[in-house]
């Protein structure tokens, strides 16, 4: 008896779609996981949600997670950077935090919910 083939991996769409640092944190984990599993992934931070890519905001919870062993935010994002995670920010979002695009790590990209959905194409869309 053979074994089915492996299913191809297909791509990950996360929308981040509030400022919940723990939502957030998830968002990136699922992502990780995802392209170590050999598939694609990408992260939409919509609206108010732009500001969890501030860096003095994803180093905020650095001190609890050390207490615990486990990595911060902001070392989880790098991570996802570093592993080829696309990160979108929503351009309205940049307009309601009242921030400018140069405080934000350069690899961010920048976009609405339009060009978003335009181009899914096979990826899997979750909303956290």
Same mark, same amino acid.
């Given at each position: 008896m053979t074994s089915p083939p492996a299913a191809t991996p297909t791509g990950l769409t996360i929308v981040v779609a509030t400022a919940d640092g723990e939502r957030f944190r998830t968002a990136l984990m699922m992502a990780l996981a995802q392209i170590a599993l050999g598939g694609t992934a990408r992260l939409f931070l919509q609206e108010g949600a732009v500001a969890l890519l501030l860096p003095d905001e994803v180093a905020e919870d650095a001190a609890r997670y050390a207490a615990a062993g486990l990595p !911060?935010? $902001? $070392?989880?994002?790098?991570? !996802?950077?570093? *592993? &080829?995670? *696309?990160? %979108? $920010?929503?351009?309205? =979002? +940049? *307009?309601?935090?009242? $921030? %400018?695009?140069?405080?934000?790590?350069?690899?961010?990209?920048?976009? &609405?919910?339009? =060009? +978003? +959905?335009q181009s899914l194409d096979q990826d899997r869309l979750v909303v956290i």
């Open positions: !911060a935010r $902001a $070392a989880i994002f790098a991570d !996802a950077l570093d *592993a &080829g995670v *696309a990160i %979108t $920010a929503c351009q309205s =979002g +940049l *307009a309601l935090i009242g $921030a %400018t695009a140069d405080r934000f790590d350069p690899r961010i990209e920048w976009g &609405g919910m339009i =060009g +978003l +959905l």
